[in-house]
C-alpha cells in the first residue's frame, strides 16, 4: 500500500533541490532559460523561449527541429555570430551574454570551429586543402607559427579523416564529402573545446553523409572533440547517442541510445529511451503523439505519487 507524500515530505524535498549545485555548474554548455527574440517591422519573434540545454564534455550529440523551431537561432547563439536577448548561455567557461566585439571573435577562432550545410562556404577556392587548413592556425599563431608546424598539424587532421591525398587540391577538384571532411579538418585546425555543424550532410547522398558521421565519430574519439550537430534528418540523429528536439523555441524530448549486450546470445543491441525535457521553469512537452492518441489538449490532471507523477487527460467535460 503506497501513500501520497506528506507536506514535510514535500518541504524536505525541496530543501534538498536548493541545497543542489549550480545548474550546469560541471557542463561544457551550459543553456538557462535562453531567450532570442527578432523584432522585424515592428513584429516581435521569439525564436528561443526559454530553452535550457546541458552539453557535457566529449559528447556527440544532435538537435533536431522541424524549420522554424529555433535550432538553427541556438546554434548561431553558441557558434558567438548572435547574442542572446536573455538567459544565460556559457561554453567552456565564456559568457556569451558578456562578451566584447574582441572576446567574441577570439572565442570563434580558438574555443569553437563551425562547419556550415553549404560546402562552398567552408572552404576557401583559391587556396589547397592543406592550405586551407594550416589558415586558421595562421590567424591565431597556434601549435606553433612557424609553417612546418602548421603544415604538419594540417597533414595529420587530412589522415585522421581520410582525405590526405586530397591536401593539394583545390575546392573544385574535390567530391562533396571530401569537401566536408576537410572543412571539418579546418573546424579541428585549433583544436576547438566545441565543434559545431549546422546540416552538415544537407547537401550530399546518403552514402556520403555516412562518410561525413564517421569523420565526426573519428574527431570525437580520437580527439576528444565535444561535438554538436543541428539536423532536420532523424536518421541522421540516429548516428549519436544522444538526441535533443527542438520545438516551439525549447528543448522538449530527448532520446538516449546505449547499447546492452544479451547475457545468453553475447549480441549487442543498441536501445533507444525517450524522455520528455523538464526545464527549470518545471514546464514540458509531451510528445504529440501521446496527447493525440488520449485527446489531451488544453489542460490535464495531474496526481503526485510516491515515486511519479501521473498525467491524466482532462475529464471533467469543461475544456
Not at 518541504?11 to 532570442?36: E, F, M, Q, S
Not at 586543402?129 to 595562421?138: D, E, G, S, T, W
Amino acid at each position: 500500500m503506497t501513500t501520497n507524500p506528506t507536506l514535510t515530505d514535500l518541504a524536505d524535498r525541496a530543501t534538498a533541490a536548493r541545497n543542489r549545485p549550480a545548474y550546469g555548474h560541471d557542463a561544457l554548455i551550459t543553456c538557462d532559460r535562453l531567450v532570442r527574440i527578432f523584432t522585424t517591422d515592428g513584429v516581435e519573434v521569439q525564436a528561443l523561449q526559454g530553452l535550457d540545454l546541458l552539453v557535457r564534455e566529449g559528447e556527440l550529440m544532435a538537435l533536431v527541429g522541424a524549420s522554424g523551431s529555433g535550432k538553427s537561432t541556438l546554434m548561431n547563439i553558441l557558434a558567438g555570430l548572435d547574442t542572446p536577448t536573455a538567459g544565460a548561455a556559457r561554453v567552456a567557461g565564456r559568457d556569451l551574454l558578456t562578451m566584447t566585439a574582441k572576446d567574441r571573435l577570439a572565442y570563434r577562432r580558438e574555443v569553437v570551429g563551425f562547419v556550415w550545410q553549404q560546402t562552398s562556404r567552408n572552404l576557401l577556392p583559391y587556396l589547397t586543402a592543406a592550405q586551407n587548413v594550416a589558415l586558421p592556425m595562421q590567424l591565431t599563431g597556434a601549435r606553433g607559427t612557424g609553417r612546418r608546424a602548421r603544415a604538419e598539424r594540417a597533414l595529420e587532421l587530412l589522415e585522421l579523416l581520410d582525405v590526405a591525398d586530397c591536401r593539394d587540391r583545390h575546392p573544385h577538384q574535390m567530391s562533396g564529402g571530401q569537401q566536408q571532411r576537410v572543412a571539418i579538418a579546418v573546424a579541428l585546425a585549433n583544436a576547438p573545446a566545441v565543434l559545431l555543424a549546422d546540416e552538415p550532410t544537407g547537401e550530399l547522398d546518403s552514402h556520403t553523409a555516412e562518410q561525413i558521421f564517421a569523420a565526426f565519430r573519428t574527431a570525437n574519439e580520437q580527439l576528444g572533440t565535444t561535438i554538436v550537430i543541428v539536423t532536420h534528418d532523424q536518421a541522421v540523429a540516429g548516428e549519436v547517442r544522444r538526441t535533443v528536439a527542438i520545438r516551439d523555441g525549447r528543448t522538449s524530448t530527448e532520446v538516449l541510445r546505449r547499447s546492452e549486450v544479451d547475457a545468453a546470445t553475447g549480441h549487442e543491441t543498441m536501445v533507444a529511451r525517450e524522455y520528455a525535457m523538464l526545464d527549470r521553469a518545471g514546464r514540458l512537452q509531451l510528445p504529440a503523439e501521446y496527447t493525440e492518441a488520449l485527446g489531451m489538449r488544453d489542460r490535464v490532471a495531474l496526481e503526485l505519487e510516491p515515486d511519479h507523477i501521473a498525467v491524466w487527460p482532462d475529464d471533467t467535460g469543461d475544456g
